[in-house]
């Protein structure tokens, strides 16, 4: 055994599916023996498919998976020290709860020590006996409260119940890691509750490590040592719950790890950032202009009166929530959400505060959309998955088309461009969605959607090579809406691919 | 007058339907089979079934026949069940057709067809009889063995065989411990679904000039020579093996539901 700190690593892994979508890639995470260690994301973002990769089910298209300091990456799931708790529990329906739980240990072998008549030592490698299995699946039926269920068949069993019971049959085993695929999904809200602090005292009375998956960001906060946030198959931040939720690294973080006012801003000096028409003072430090996106908590805006305080707004709706109100306020186009313990009544103005250390900015991950693309037989640009009409003769200053299509340069040279490669960017605001297919150039669903106070910032993504466009938009569309993409002949910039290459 | 029914009316048909063709054509047969060609009661007709040596041979010959033909089918048919409902292949509905697709051609005629494939290999094909019979009968009921073993293949939870794996079990243990012992309904009802009809379906026999003896034939060269009253026992006799074969078979597949698990393994 290579002596290294950590039980687990993730390198570089990748995988790519057979129908080619890439459901993780480029995933690094190291684990320390004995942590608690959550992988949060919304639905689809790999999550799981990173778990069965440590179990085993699904082998990495390329990477390496070490186990203290050993390459399990293409070992089949029976040679793993490693036991699963499965999302829909996965119990044999044939056999009762003893079966169940005693289903590893009947197929485990031990090396036990003899000593023969020369008094020489030797290993023989042996099933467990009948007694010892006894007392194992005693010992895991008692660490989760089901004393005398051993005769029961699983179909009498309730969920939570049967949760238990998948859990049991896993830590008999005794893994070096306990893999846990969002195991606590199917119970009620209050079993769920339960559940969650079990198995976290559980964590800490077996001391195995712990790999966690979950979607649901309170659950990832309240269990783990370290949340692994991913999203699109990649991580986006790995850190202490406090640091996920006090420091997000984007915006994708800042919106799903709990409730987010994120803006647009820009940075006007030192730990100074302008957003929502005000300035604030802030304690990240940017380069002047940068634009940054800002992210403010809800619970970080404190209610004053109206002239105090950097902003200024009126309260359009307050909802009662049991610990605190949530007031929703406007301030011109933009929208704030606060969470407060002090009550503001609908239809008064009221003064806002935030200090520096509730403001967070990042860098804004998109704010141009840059393609490759190509110029078509009719004057028209292919890119990103579609086509669309486009001023060629900006490529060349001062050209024009003749009546045929080909281009005349200033020089009255006569181009053919027709499989030229070139440069595009488009603005996100120059981008707008319609429902209608035949409307755009080209067509997408909408894969992710966040709320910037007075507009929502949209992902589409093609079908066919998964290209995304990024564009900003006031109007309310829904994820997984199918949009086609208008993009006007004049915001398309356009730059001749091989000169860009030569100033480089 | 509007029509109206109660829900005892109802099955009113289906009791006239069962009357005059399940109850009393069984009421006859019994009337026959305890009677003699005089209209007496008797039991000779029982006593003369299990004192010839003749009648019990065909009674074994057609258990054995059922027998190997139950155990050539499932052999075939399980692995081939068991490729289709693992395989990822998209076109798998269109391989499962192919195997059903011989159900739609009439039976005389692949028994025709298998005949002249048989004899171009085997030269004189009365002189295989028992190997022939297995090889027409199976060849007949094998989409009967297919249907059922797919349909509980199919919807056996991957999550079980992937706990069973993860648990520590082989390819092979996963199969033992998991798969065939969760296919066991699947088993049983092509095995009821086989066994009972090649015990009987003399026609495959006789259209291959076999002249073997199965108990449907005995009971038809019976009927033939119009002695009703012995062919009346033995299908009744049938008729009672029949249905301690169907008790038995409802048994084990009761027990693997209530998680038995001596019948598992």
Redesign the interface.
Known sequence: MTNTPYIIELIDVKKVFDDETIAVDNFNLQVKKGEFVTFLGPSGCGKTTTLRMI???DLPTSGKILLNGEDISNL???KRP???V?Q?Y???????VY?NIA??LR??RVDNTYKNDAGESYVKRERLTKKEIDRKVKKALEMVDLEGFEKR??DTLSGGQQQRIAIA??IV?EPEILLLDEPLGALDLKMRKEMQIELKNMHRRLGITFIYVTHDQEEALTMSDKVVVINDGEIQQVGTPTEIYNEPINTFVADFIGESNIFNGAVTGKFKVKFCGATFECVDDYEINQLVDVVVRPEDIIICKPGEGQLKGKVISTVFKGVHYEITVEMGKFEIVIQSTAYAEPGSTIGMRIEPDGIHLMKPVYTINRFTGEITKNNTVKFGDGEFECDVTKLYPGSHLDDEGYLITAKGEKLDLTGTAVNVEVDTHDITMSDDEDAGGVTGTIISMIYKGDHYRYIVRTEENEEDYVLSCPDLWNTDDYVSLIIPKDKIKLTLKHSDDAED | MKLRFNRKQLCIPYAVFLIAFVIAPLLVIIYYAFTNGKGQFTIDNFVSFFSSTNTLGTLLYSFALAVTTTLVCLLIAYPTAYVLARSHFKKKHVLLMLFILPMWINFTLRITALKEILTAIEGNIAAFPFVNSVIGMTYDFLPFMILPLYNSLAKLDKNLLEAAQDLGANKWRVFLRITLPLSLPGIISGITMVLLPSMTNYVVLDMMYNSTYIMGSLIGSYFNAYDWNNGSMISLILLVIIFIVTLITNRFSDSTDKNDKEVVL
């Open positions: 179990a085993g089910f089949p799931p029976n490693v036991n699963t499965f829909k996965a119990l044999f329906p044939h056999l009762n079966e289903f590893g197929l485990k068949s699983i049959r896993a085993n």
